[in-house]
C-alpha cells in the first residue's frame, strides 16, 4: 500500500475491506503473541506473571473500584480476543492470589514493527507533533527505530486519547469508553467490555440487528460521542460499526490509535466527514430513516462543534 493512499481520508486503501476489521477468534486458545516479558517471566508452574501495574503507566485518577492494583496481583493469559493487522487484543485476568479479588483486562499489543503493516502511519501522523527532529526523521525514514518508535507513539496516542475521552466521560457521561488501565511500550491495557462470567467480548455494532427502536437509541448515542469528541477537537479517524462496542445497552468507542485532532490536522473536517459518512451508511442500511440519519447536517454540526469555520 502506498502511503499515499492512507493519507487521503476519503479513499480507502484497495484491498482492504470496507470497514476496518479483521475475523474474529473470539477467545482463541494459545498464545501466538504472549505477554510483554517481566524480569521475573512466567510461573513454569501456572504460567503467571506479576502484574505489570508497577512499572506502567497508570489511567486517569481515581482508579475504579474494579481494578487491582495491589502489586502481589499476577496477571493470567486466558486468550486471544482478536488478531489483526496492527495489534492484537488478548484476555488476561488480574487476580490477587489467595483472595477472590480479581479483574478482567483487555491487552492490546501493537504488532512488532518488523511483522505489521499499519495502514495508519501516513495521513495522521500529520498534524502530529514531535519535537526531536531525530525521531521525526527516524520515522519518516522509517528506520527500525523509527518503526519501533512508531508503534509505541499508536500505543501512547490511544492511551491519551482513551484517558482524555474517559475523563469527559464521568463528568458528562455522554462518552463511553473502557476505561485505560495501563501504557508499557506497545502494550495497553483496557477495561474488558463484555461478559465477564464467560470471558466473551461485548458485540460490535457490525455483529447486531437491532430493532428500530434500539437502533435509533444507538444512533442517538453516537451523536452524543461524536459531539462529545468534536468538542475535544477529535475525529476518531477511524470510526467504522467495527469499532462500536454494544455493552449493557452502551454504545462504546475503541480502536482511537489515529484518533485526528480536527484543528491541526489540515484534513480535519474531511476525518469528521468520512466517520459521519461510514457510520451513518450502516444506520441507513438497517433501517434507520433519512430524516434521522443526515450525514451532511451532522457533519456541519461536528465542524462548528470543533470550532472548524
Ligand atoms: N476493551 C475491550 N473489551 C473487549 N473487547 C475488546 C476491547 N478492545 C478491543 N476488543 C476486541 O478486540 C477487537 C480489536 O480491537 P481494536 O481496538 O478494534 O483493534 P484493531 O481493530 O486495530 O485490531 C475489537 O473488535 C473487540 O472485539
Ligand atoms: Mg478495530
Redesign the pocket.
Known sequence: MRDSDSANPERRPRGRRRF???E?H?LKRGRPNGPAPTDDGPDPETDDTWSTWDDALHGPQPHPHWLVTELAAKDTELGV?????????H?VRRGLPGTDRSCL??A?RYRDPRHRLFHRDAGYLEGRRVRRSREMRAMTGRTMFGRQMIAGQWAAA?FAALSRLWEIGQRYGTVTV?YPVQLRGTELM?????DAEEGR????LAELRPSPTELRGLWGQLVDALVVLARAGYAHG?LSP??L?V?ADRL?L????QVVDVVVNPQGREFLARDVRIVATWFAARGLPADVVDPTALTDMLCREAGLA
Open positions: 476496518d476489521d479483521d474474529p473470539f480476543l482478536k488478531t489483526g493487522k496492527e495489534a492484537d487484543v484476555l483486562l483487555a492490546k490511544e473502557p483496557l477495561e474488558f467490555l463484555g467480548a461485548a458485540p460490535r477511524d467495527y469499532n462496542l455493552c462504546a475503541i480502536d482511537l490509535p
